[in-house]
């Protein structure tokens, strides 16, 4: 493949997989991934360097949502790519809701195993913020792609993530402003999509995927890409 091409590669959710991105349309190679064995990994640095095995070229843009969003801020760090889009994600653990700070400190992840934590994955309708049965049935049908085991790691390491600092270069947080999980309040100058929620990456995968091209069309100038997306969607995205 021609390093002239930008390349984008795409990362899931927790509970997701390659298919969270099936309409995402994106001016460059796209490159939509699973999530590959966790191995011994223990931290989400730890993972991103597996994940980095497949990133073969030197033209790129990752793009994470959620757990993805904070594995593409490590990523971010170990391959230095030209820029980083974060969805419904935080970039340090700084970031985090009161109720995931608690969840660490209360340590279940550590009590339970994998299929005791897997029987749990129904409480993913408190914060996902789902907009309609047939979203909802999507989302577990990924989750079960996944199994116990990588759940059992994911939640894991996300909870005892860390990390304190931005993504490496250029980055563009994007969020929606009913996310239970994240609030973009928290956030320094995000996109926010107006009645979306934490499952936005799926959802308003039309405007997403134009709010990311617009800003690689724009040099990865935030500020710029920013005025362009509030002029051409107003009614869409929500200031803070």
């Not at 597996?50 to 793009?63: D, H, L, M, S």
């Not at 339970?112 to 989302?139: H, T, V, W």
């Not at 939640?155 to 947080?173: D, K, M, S, Y």
């Amino acid at each position: 493949m021609s390093e002239e091409h930008l390349h984008f590669y795409l990362i899931p959710g927790m509970g997701a997989n390659a298919s969270l991105y099936s309409n995402y349309h994106l001016g460059g190679v796209i490159h939509a991934l699973d999530w590959p064995s966790q191995r011994q990994s223990i931290t989400l640095a730890d993972y991103a360097a597996i994940i980095a095995e497949q990133i073969t070229t030197k033209n790129n843009v990752i793009v994470g949502s959620s757990m993805g969003g904070m594995v593409a801020t490590e990523l971010s760090h170990l391959i230095a790519p030209r820029a980083t889009i974060l969805l419904s994600a935080p970039c340090s653990n700084h970031q985090f809701p009161f109720a995931l700070r608690m969840l660490k400190h209360m340590r279940l992840h550590r009590l339970l195993g994998p299929n005791q934590i897997y029987s749990l994955a129904n409480a993913a309708d408190l914060f996902m913020g789902f907009q309609s049965p047939e979203d909802r049935k999507r989302f577990y049908d990924m989750l079960k792609t996944n199994g116990p085991d990588f759940l059992h790691f994911s939640i894991r390491a996300v909870l005892e993530w860390e990390h304190l600092r931005q993504p490496t270069g250029n980055f563009l947080h994007i969020l929606g402003d009913r996310d239970r999980l994240f609030n973009p309040k928290k956030i320094h100058e995000p996109l926010v999509i107006r009645g979306a929620g934490h499952f936005a990456t799926f959802e308003k995968s039309k405007i997403i995927s134009q709010l990311i091209q617009a800003y690689v069309d724009h040099d990865f100038d935030k500020t710029v890409a920013m005025q362009f997306a509030y002029k051409h969607w107003p009614n869409e995205l929500k200031k803070q």
